[in-house]
């Protein structure tokens, strides 16, 4: 059973970095995708980041870039989203997500979620 599970969330001010992290278990399969979406109070949710099975390919939406980092550890099975520069805007439960095809919103698999609060 594959599992996702998020964690590193918290309360920053604007401004300030957060590093989140999806520990994953229970896949073996290569050509996935790893995701990072996130949904904020009130709204639909949000695609954030991809990093390709290896690590070699990774896309960002555009208000994003520049400010977040993603990468990932195979040999931990262990992903991550370095986030800078935060902005209150950024505001929401930020979740990992699995696809097995790559393409947008064919997730698979989901964490549970972890709430980053950006405010002074």
């Known amino acids: 059973e594959v599992q996702l599970v998020e964690s590193g969330g918290g309360l920053v001010q604007p401004g300030g970095s957060l590093r989140l992290s999806c520990a994953a278990s229970g896949f073996t399969f290569d050509g996935h995708v790893i995701v990072w979406v996130r949904q904020a109070p009130g709204k639909g949710p949000e695609w954030v980041s991809d990093i390709s099975w290896n690590g070699g390919i990774t896309y960002y939406a555009e208000s994003m870039k520049g400010r977040f980092t993603v990468s990932r550890d195979n040999a931990k099975n262990s992903f991550y989203l370095q986030m800078n520069s935060l902005k209150s805007e950024d505001t929401a439960v930020y979740y990992c997500?699995?696809?097995?095809?790559?393409?947008?919103?064919?997730?698979?698999?989901w964490g549970q979620g972890t709430q980053v609060t950006v405010s002074s």
């Open positions: 997500a699995l696809s097995k095809t790559g393409r947008q919103w064919e997730y698979n698999y």
